[in-house]
């Protein structure tokens, strides 16, 4: 696999980049819509949840929150986890620069 080049990026467009492809997975996609849906939970709750192992659930919760999408607290031997507004805030504005340029674009290219 080649590198990015990710030097050659701005900050923002290697944030968003990363982002975008820690949610470029269905289960991921699925443990952030759980998240929606109970407002927070542990990791066993979400392996109940998923057609997953616990261990691979774990990864996924690993890199979404690597990502900065959820953060998770612990409370007793588990863990809590929620969704990250600051991650999400980036994702959101992103899309609302092309929702703009797709709403006031003059003519169709292409």
């Known amino acids: 696999m080649g590198t990015t080049k ?3 990026f701005t900050t ?3 944030e968003l980049a990363t982002l975008t492809k ?3 997975h269905p289960a991921r996609i699925a443990i952030i819509q759980h998240l929606i849906k ?5 990791c066993g709750d979400i392996v109940n949840e998923l057609p997953l192992s ?5 990864q996924h919760l690993k890199e979404l929150k690597n990502a ?3 953060k998770g607290s612990l409370e007793g031997n588990t863990i ?3 969704l990250d507004e600051e991650g ?3 994702i959101k504005s992103f899309f609302e620069i092309i929702d703009t340029y797709l709403t006031n674009k003059n003519s169709s290219c292409c």
């Open 6 to 8: 990710a030097e050659h």
């Open 12 to 14: 923002e467009q290697n």
């Open 22 to 24: 820690a949610i470029g």
């Open 38 to 42: 109970v407002n927070s939970c542990i």
């Open 54 to 58: 616990q261990p691979t659930v774990s």
């Open 68 to 70: 900065g999408l959820i």
């Open 80 to 82: 809590c986890y929620c």
């Open 88 to 90: 999400f805030s980036k």
